[in-house]
């Protein structure tokens, strides 16, 4: 009891990818909580960072459902696609779930071959369900084609110097001379879009698109270079369809998807936990918090930078609310976030990976138990 009221507990953490989800970590911070503090409520919020694993966190925290759909990979067989529908004619989309790496064999993948096409039929068919606020999460593409399958999916027509309709794959980049968007979607300009960047880097140059993302997709360095140059001509295509510049910050996040979104689709580039913590309605469910408990498999300087823990920690900030992270491991250089009260590591200290892995249930047990006896 705190002041003549029941303790409140909020659990926020981050999935600890390959051993805890989400809901895992929730449901062991429930019974240490429950075990320290007799009596004590706690609230369970589903997060992700825009990455793997978001429209499962959105569609649990929100109580939506899943919609599937067969469409076009990212070399153009079929694979079927989930994506949520959150009420209130909202929707999420991650755009891996069509257009996705682990969809290409590591023996084919090209990203002169490979489109964003099915990433486009997702929008088109959120559009034919009637929603008007959608959420796309960009992360984890196996394409380089700066977003234009997506485009020709909702009718954005891509034409070389002879007039014919290219395909809309990387190698196509090069051979764009004019840009016909007069068959875009109209409903696509009535929609509120998010677009949910993990990465800040813009569409070309030495941290664009291109340089830093497409030797991971199976481009040799010659290739490189060759869709380099093709993106640039294909910016400046963009650029005078559009009216408006789109070599900026987050542009280059899936290939140059984010400059498409920007460029035709009246988005927003959002941070990726920013935009859950928006959907999931965070701020509303501090009020009257004791605690918050959030946490991510590994703490260290990339936290800082847009994870699920420095977003919540801000949330709880400014909810004036105490936030601690229980986490698998952590770099000791990496100092506290704004608004992180402490950390809880999971892992003994020179613990072997694969053990702390195989015990991760267990030590993370064991943690969340040593945060609440000692709490507060």
């Given at each position: 009891?705190?002041?003549?009221?029941?303790?409140?507990?909020?659990?926020?953490?981050?999935?600890?990818?390959?051993?805890?989800?989400?809901?895992?970590?929730?449901?062991?911070?429930?019974?240490?909580?429950?075990?320290?503090?007799?009596?004590?409520?706690?609230?369970?919020?589903?997060?992700?960072?825009?990455?793997?694993?978001?429209?499962?966190?959105?569609?649990?925290?929100?109580?939506?459902?899943?919609?599937?759909?067969?469409?076009?990979?990212?070399?153009?067989?079929?694979?079927?696609?989930?994506?949520?529908?959150?009420?209130?004619?909202?929707?999420?989309?991650?755009?891996?779930?069509?257009?996705?790496?682990?969809?290409?064999?590591?023996?084919?993948?090209?990203?002169?071959?490979?489109?964003?096409?099915?990433?486009?039929?997702?929008?088109?068919?959120?559009?034919?369900?009637?929603?008007?606020?959608?959420?796309?999460?960009?992360?984890?593409?196996?394409?380089?084609?700066?977003?234009?399958?997506?485009?020709?999916?909702?009718?954005?027509?891509?034409?070389?110097?002879?007039?014919?309709?290219?395909?809309?794959?990387g190698a196509d980049l090069a051979r764009v001379t004019e840009i016909d968007?007069?068959?875009?979607?109209?409903?696509?300009?009535?929609?509120?879009?998010?677009?949910?960047?993990?990465?800040?880097?813009?569409?070309?140059?030495?941290?664009?698109?291109?340089?830093?993302?497409?030797?991971?997709?199976?481009?040799?360095?010659?290739?490189?270079?060759?869709?380099?140059?093709?993106?640039?001509?294909?910016?400046?295509?963009?650029?005078?369809?559009?009216?408006?510049?789109?070599?900026?910050?987050?542009?280059?996040?899936?290939?140059?998807?984010?400059?498409?979104?920007?460029?035709?689709?009246?988005?927003?580039?959002?941070?990726?936990?920013?935009?859950?913590?928006?959907?999931?309605?965070?701020?509303?469910?501090?009020?009257?918090?004791?605690?918050?408990?959030?946490?991510?498999?590994?703490?260290?300087?990339?936290?800082?930078?847009?994870?699920?823990?420095?977003?919540?920690?801000?949330?709880?900030?400014?909810?004036?609310?105490?936030?601690?992270?229980?986490?698998?491991?952590?770099?000791?250089?990496?100092?506290?976030?704004?608004?992180?009260?402490?950390?809880?590591?999971?892992?003994?200290?020179?613990?072997?990976?694969?053990?702390?892995?195989?015990?991760?249930?267990?030590?993370?047990?064991?943690?969340?138990?040593?945060l609440f006896e000692l709490w507060p």
């Open positions: 009891m705190a002041n003549g009221m029941p303790l409140r507990f909020v659990f926020a953490s981050d999935s600890f990818k390959g051993t805890l989800s989400s809901a895992d970590t929730a449901r062991l911070l429930e019974v240490a909580a429950r075990r320290a503090h007799p009596g004590c409520s706690c609230v369970f919020v589903p997060m992700a960072d825009g990455g793997e694993g978001t429209v499962d966190a959105l569609v649990s925290a929100c109580g939506g459902t899943y919609r599937d759909l067969v469409v076009s990979d990212p070399v153009g067989r079929s694979v079927t696609a989930r994506y949520g529908l959150l009420g209130e004619g909202r929707a999420v989309i991650e755009m891996a779930a069509a257009s996705g790496l682990p969809l290409v064999d590591k023996g084919e993948r090209d990203p002169r071959r490979t489109s964003t096409f099915g990433t486009g039929q997702l929008l088109l068919d959120a559009l034919d369900a009637g929603c008007a606020d959608v959420t796309l999460a960009i992360g984890g593409s196996a394409t380089n084609d700066g977003g234009m399958g997506c485009l020709r999916a909702l009718g954005v027509r891509f034409l070389d110097a002879e007039g014919i309709e290219l395909r809309g794959v968007a007069s068959g875009l979607d109209r409903r696509v300009g009535r929609i509120r879009l998010r677009v949910m960047c993990d990465v800040d880097n813009p569409l070309c140059g030495p941290c664009g698109a291109t340089r830093v993302f497409a030797p991971q997709k199976g481009a040799s360095p010659q290739v490189v270079e060759e869709l380099e140059w093709g993106m640039r001509n294909y910016a400046r295509r963009l650029e005078a369809c559009s009216d408006r510049a789109v070599d900026v910050p987050g542009a280059g996040a899936a290939g140059g998807l984010g400059a498409a979104c920007l460029a035709l689709l009246g988005a927003r580039l959002v941070s990726g936990v920013d935009a859950v913590l928006e959907l999931v309605g965070l701020d509303r469910l501090l009020e009257g918090a004791s605690l918050c408990v959030t946490g991510e498999g590994r703490y260290d300087g990339q936290t800082a930078r847009g994870k699920v823990v420095s977003g919540v920690a801000a949330a709880c900030a400014r909810a004036h609310v105490p936030c601690v992270a229980l986490v698998g491991s952590r770099d000791p250089q990496a100092e506290l976030v704004p608004g992180l009260s402490g950390i809880e590591v999971s892992a003994p200290e020179g613990m072997p990976l694969p053990e702390a892995l195989a015990r991760s249930r267990e030590l993370y047990a064991a943690a969340a138990r040593r």
